[in-house]
């Protein structure tokens, strides 16, 4: 999911898709050490959207702080 996609989610919405990434990250693990899983690029992209998702709440953390 693009970036500005993510912005839009409100922070319940980001938190709970953030532990269905992980839960899923989890899950395509498991799968590539049993070698079933046929596309690694998955466990990659799932990390990247995990940290795009870190990042925002991280962000939406400062400027609720500084307000």
């Known amino acids: 999911m693009k970036i500005e ?3 839009k989610l409100s922070e319940n919405d980001l938190k709970s ?3 269905d990434n ?3 990250l989890q ?3 498991f799968q590539k050490s ?3 899983l046929e596309d690694y690029k998955l ?3 799932m990390k990247k959207e995990n940290a795009k998702i870190n990042t925002i ?4 953390s400062l400027n609720g702080e500084n307000n």
Not at 57 to 60: G, I, V
Request: proline letters at 0%; a positive charge.
């Open 17 to 19: 898709r953030l532990i």
């Open 22 to 24: 992980l839960e899923s």
């Open 27 to 29: 899950k395509y693990r």
């Open 34 to 36: 049993i070698q079933q």
């Open 43 to 45: 466990i990659s992209e």
């Open 5 to 7: 996609d993510l912005r």
């Open 57 to 60: 709440l991280k962000e939406l």
